[in-house]
C-alpha cells in the first residue's frame, strides 16, 4: 500500500509540473493571468535557480541555433528542460558540466538589450556568452574566420544633420556623404553624419547619472580564457562541393561593430574599417555587452565571419557560407565553455 502512494504522489508531481508548464508556454508576458500563475511561475523558477548559477548562452536567429544544437554538447535538464518567457523559450541544461541557459533572441538591438535584461532579471545568472554570425570589415580576416573581440561600438547612434550644418566637435566620428558622389563634386542633400555616443548606466555609476560610452568591453578575464581556443580546428566546407579557399582562423582581441544596419555596402565598409578600425559588423553585440556591464555581470562575444560585407563582386555571401560561419561560432562556444570549466576548476576567481 505504502508503494502506491509514493508512486501517486511521484505521478501528481509530474502533472503539475506539466500543468504549469503549460501555462507558462501559453503566457505572453511576465505577469500571466491570475495569483495561481504567479505562484507556479515563481515556483519553477526558484527550482531552476536552485541549481544554477548559470552561463547564459544568447544567439540571434534560426540558422545560428540550428548549428549550436548539431553540435550535440547542449544536454537538457531532466527536470526543468525549459521555460517559455515573453514568446521567447529559454533552455535549460548543461556543456561539459557548466550549467547554462539558452535563449534565441531574435535579430536587432532592442531584441537582444531586452532578451539580455530578461534573462539577468529572472534566472541566476553568473554571466552571458553571446554568439552569431557576422559581416567582415577587416582584409586580413576571411569567410569562415572566427572573432572574438575586446570591445564593440554602437556605430547606428547617429546625428544626421543638413549639407550646410558642421558636425559637432563632442561627435566622435563624420561621414560626409558628398564625398561619395559619382561623379565627384559638388553638393549632396544627404548631407552629413556625426556619430554620437552611448548613454552607459550601471549599478556600480551614481543613479540616474549616465556616462558617455563608446567602446563596450568585454570580461578581460574570460577573454584570457578566450586566447587558449586560438589555433583550434575550424571547419572549411559546407559540404563535399562548398569549400573555402583557405583554412579559417580563429582570432581574439580585435574590435567589433554593432547597429541595427545589415552592411552590404564596400564604401560604407571601408569607411567603418579606417574610421574605427573594427573587423567585424553586427546588429546585437553592442546592446548585449552593455547590458551585461550595466548589470554588473561578465560577458564574451564570439561571431563567425559569414561574409565580407558587401566588399565582394557579385551577391553577398551569407547564403553560401552561413551556415559554415555559424558551426565554425557555435565549436568556438563549445570549446569556451570547456576551458572556462577548466580555468573554474584551478579555483582561480575570474570576477
Not at 173 to 201: R, S, W
Not at 308 to 333: D, H, M, P, Y
Amino acid at each position: 500500500m505504502g508503494q502506491y502512494w509514493k508512486w501517486l504522489g511521484y505521478y501528481l508531481m509530474i502533472w503539475e509540473i506539466v500543468l504549469v508548464l503549460g501555462v507558462v508556454g501559453s503566457s505572453t508576458h511576465l505577469g500571466g493571468s491570475g495569483s495561481s500563475w504567479k505562484r507556479s511561475y515563481k515556483k519553477i523558477v526558484k527550482q531552476i535557480n536552485g541549481k544554477g548559477p548559470y552561463i547564459g548562452l544568447i544567439t540571434v536567429y534560426p540558422p545560428e541555433e540550428d548549428a549550436f544544437f548539431s553540435t550535440g554538447s547542449f544536454q537538457p535538464d531532466s527536470d526543468y528542460p525549459f521555460l517559455d518567457l515573453s514568446g521567447r523559450r529559454f533552455r535549460v541544461g548543461n556543456v561539459y558540466g557548466k550549467r547554462v541557459i539558452y535563449v534565441k533572441c531574435g535579430v536587432g538591438l532592442i531584441n537582444a538589450a531586452a532578451t539580455t535584461q530578461q534573462m539577468l532579471d529572472v534566472f541566476n545568472m553568473r554571466g552571458i556568452i553571446h554568439f552569431g554570425i557576422a559581416g567582415n570589415i577587416n582584409d586580413s580576416m576571411s569567410i569562415g574566420d572566427v572573432t572574438i573581440p575586446k570591445e564593440f561600438a554602437d556605430t547606428g547612434i547617429w546625428d544626421w544633420l543638413n549639407p550646410n550644418a558642421t558636425v559637432d566637435s563632442t561627435d566622435i566620428a563624420g561621414l560626409d556623404v558628398k564625398n561619395y558622389n559619382v561623379p565627384e563634386g559638388g553638393e549632396n542633400l544627404l548631407g552629413h553624419i556625426g556619430f554620437n555616443f552611448e548613454q552607459f548606466y550601471s549599478n556600480s555609476g551614481k543613479p540616474n547619472t549616465a556616462q558617455p560610452m563608446v567602446w563596450a568591453q568585454v570580461n578581460q578575464h574570460w577573454l584570457h580564457v578566450a586566447s587558449k581556443l586560438e589555433g583550434m580546428e575550424l571547419k572549411q566546407c559546407v559540404n563535399s562541393t562548398l569549400c573555402l579557399e583557405k583554412k579559417p582562423k580563429l582570432v581574439v582581441g580585435l574590435r567589433g561593430s554593432t547597429s541595427n544596419i545589415f552592411v552590404d555596402n564596400a564604401a560604407y565598409r571601408d569607411f567603418l574599417f579606417q574610421t574605427f578600425q573594427v573587423s567585424s559588423s553586427d546588429m546585437e553585440s553592442f546592446a548585449v555587452v552593455m547590458t551585461s556591464l550595466s548589470n554588473g555581470f561578465p560577458v564574451l562575444v564570439i561571431r563567425g565571419l559569414s561574409d565580407i560585407a558587401g566588399g565582394q563582386e557579385g551577391t553577398n555571401t551569407i547564403e553560401l557560407f552561413g551556415s559554415l560561419a555559424a558551426l565554425n561560432t557555435a565549436n568556438s562556444v563549445i570549446r569556451f565553455l570547456k576551458e572556462l570549466k577548466a580555468f573554474d576548476d584551478s579555483n582561480y576567481s575570474y570576477m
